[in-house]
């Protein structure tokens, strides 16, 4: 029973805003991108392909790639396993357990830019307090780790300031913030594996917890590691606020934090040059999307199995 | 009823002994773990609490000495030095205030936020309804439209959805925080997994009693999906509080637009020795509304932030 035309007053604006707020820009950015537009200029020239070549043979992209890649190939296992890790630990312990998850979910709940201006701080190589408190254990059994025993006699690291430790610096601070929100998904899934499976591996033979991990709850778990990845996937890629908060200009020692979001941000806000920052655009998308539909393709083919 | 009481605390605690091993490793492990996740935290109330000394020095322990000290830019400014001596917590916080225009910022946080919810409901709602309840040529296609869209990280969009806001001379307006977010593909779909449960007779009943399809949506439906609306609510005010890109985009320089993130920023920017305190106040005070709401509604929190889990 339709009545009149209701329905297209109820799915006319979200129509209208999905366009033009959505799909619009995609559009629009794939067409800028084979031009040398820039705000301000009354026309643009066509430029063919010159902005993705300049992506894929320039030493800056190279650069671009390299960051943000070994952002996202370092974030996403080590915030997934955390997450994992965290939620088995609390969901077998007797007590504490929402303390502790109350505890690891803040970071989510915090803005990231606040958080990362007081990371920088604690990571200060002079006053801050992740180095005062390395050197303290300077004289003690740390120091048969060489590692450490180098940072008593010349320094530890800058942090963030060195180019051979910035990346992973801020990929910790990345994981710090994301691994608490991946544990509470997995909190969830864990919820929903049928006690009966574990008697059942029991019966048949699944002694250690190792097994009967590898044989319930790791496959039990498949969803939930399949959404968790891609969502990681899809933040980590978006890196922003930490890299502007610490590296304002330039993408940090040696361009090795110049993320992509950042790199757009500076080509096309920064430097009005809006025909490479589109580029960027696009193949930012097109990873991204390339990963959500893996993600759908997976979850749908074991649906079909099971 | 004392003797079972006791025999069942003897019980619950004698295996946990025996098994102490496991079980201490367990949460030293978790303990460890939350000692670093809170490190951050405990250096910004910490420091928002100490004089610039205590800073630079690392001392005082946690809340700092609270001894006065004198206030450099006080003493500039010609006035005796008496009158200058300030406590470090009473000092950071109220420089905090007086710097910056923070309550203006934390103003239109709240202005942006609850805006950006009001109309992603006020589009959502409706449509999530349409797709839900009726039957209408093209429903597949504007659901499959939903789908897609799902895809699309608006982040990544920014670039032109910038250039098309300065083209309608929108860029430094309350508007251009606002317009990108209006849409919420996900909250239409969500709302509308929603309403797939609600059952057809309710809405029946409601049209035998005459009310148009319109007050159908706000006043049946809309009270039936207040548990997902708060859940949705919660993710997005969260996600729209904490968002320091898009903000950063579109307000260059005018001071009276600026979002908590994008002052905590600027404050950063020009900071020198001495305003640590006061920004580690800054900091704490941006950040503390939704940790305490947090806190105080955890449940339903991890709920609405998880919903998307439910992808």
Not at chain 1, 114 to 136: D, K
Not at chain 1, 169 to 195: E, K
Not at chain 2, 160 to 178: D, F, Q, R, S
Request: overall charge neutral; proline content about 5%; some cysteine.
């Amino acid at each position: 029973m339709t009545r009149g035309s209701a329905h297209w007053w109820f799915v006319g604006p979200a129509l209208f805003l999905m366009i033009v707020i959505l799909l619009m820009p995609i559009g629009i950015a794939g067409v800028l991108s084979f031009t040398n537009y820039s705000l301000g200029n009354a026309g643009a020239d066509w430029v063919g392909l010159d902005n993705y070549e300049k992506i894929f043979t320039r030493s800056t992209y190279e650069k671009m790639f390299g960051a943000t890649f070994r952002y996202v190939f370092v974030v996403v296992p080590l915030s997934v396993g955390l997450g994992l890790g965290a939620a088995l630990l609390i969901n077998s312990t007797k007590r504490f357990g929402d303390l502790y998850k109350t505890i690891y979910f803040l970071p989510v709940m915090a803005a990231l830019i606040a958080m990362a201006i007081v990371w920088e701080f604690a990571l200060h190589p002079t006053v801050g307090i992740v180095n005062s408190t390395l050197e303290r254990g300077c004289g003690s059994v740390l120091e048969t780790w060489s590692w450490y025993a180098h940072g008593c006699e010349r320094g530890f690291p800058l942090w963030l300031t060195d180019r051979d430790y910035a990346i992973w610096t801020v990929a910790f601070i990345g994981i710090w913030q994301g691994f608490g929100f991946n544990m509470v998904l997995y909190l969830a899934g864990l919820t929903s594996v049928p006690r009966e499976l574990y008697h059942a591996a029991e019966m048949d033979g699944a002694r250690t917890a190792w097994d009967r991990f590898r044989l319930v709850t790791w496959p039990m778990l498949g969803p939930t590691t399949v959404f968790v990845v891609t969502i990681s996937v899809i933040r980590s890629f978006q890196v922003f606020d930490t890299v502007e908060a610490f590296y304002p200009q330039g993408g940090g020692p040696s361009k090795s934090v110049y993320v992509m979001m950042f790199a757009i941000y500076e080509k096309a806000i920064q430097q009005n040059l809006m025909g490479i920052g589109a580029a960027i655009t696009v193949v930012f998308l097109a990873f991204v999307m390339f990963l959500t539909l893996i993600q759908r393709w997976l979850i749908e083919r074991r649906v079909h199995y099971t | 009823m004392t003797d079972l009481s006791l025999s069942s605390a003897g019980a619950s605690s004698l295996p946990a002994y025996r098994f102490s091993v496991g079980e201490t490793i367990k949460h030293v492990v978790l303990i460890l773990g939350a000692l670093i996740v809170l490190l951050p935290f405990y250096v910004m109330l910490s420091y928002s609490f100490k004089s610039p000394a205590e800073i630079m020095q690392n001392t005082g322990g946690f809340f700092g000495l609270q001894e006065a000290f004198r206030d450099d830019y006080c003493v500039k400014l010609g006035k005796d030095v008496a009158d200058c001596m300030v406590t470090p917590v009473i000092y950071n916080y109220t420089t905090a205030f007086q710097k910056a225009p923070l309550l203006r910022y934390l103003l239109n946080g709240a202005i942006v936020t609850a805006s950006i919810f009001f109309i992603q409901v006020l589009v959502a709602l409706p449509c999530a309804y349409a797709l839900a309840k009726l039957r209408f040529w093209g429903r597949e296609a504007v659901f499959g439209l939903v789908l897609f869209c799902l895809l699309i990280p608006v982040h990544a969009i920014a670039l032109p959805l910038y250039i098309m806001l300065a083209k309608l001379g929108l860029t430094n307006t309350y508007a251009a925080l606002v317009i990108p977010w209006t849409i919420s593909v996900f909250g239409i779909f969500l709302m509308r997994q929603f309403f797939m449960t609600v059952p057809d007779d309710l809405i029946d009943a409601a049209r035998m009693d005459g009310m148009s399809e319109f007050s159908i949506i706000w006043n049946v439906m809309l009270p039936t999906a207040v548990p997902a609306l708060l859940a949705f609510a919660i993710f997005s005010v969260v996600a729209h509080w904490n968002d320091y890109f898009w903000p950063r985009i579109v307000i260059t320089g005018d001071r009276d637009l600026f979002t908590p993130p994008l002052g905590l920023r600027e404050f950063k920017g020009d900071a020198d020795g001495d305003n640590f305190g006061p920004m580690m106040a800054t900091a704490t005070i941006i950040v503390a509304p939704l940790i305490v709401a947090f806190l105080i509604a955890q449940k339903r929190f991890i709920e609405g932030i998880t919903l998307s889990g439910m992808k």
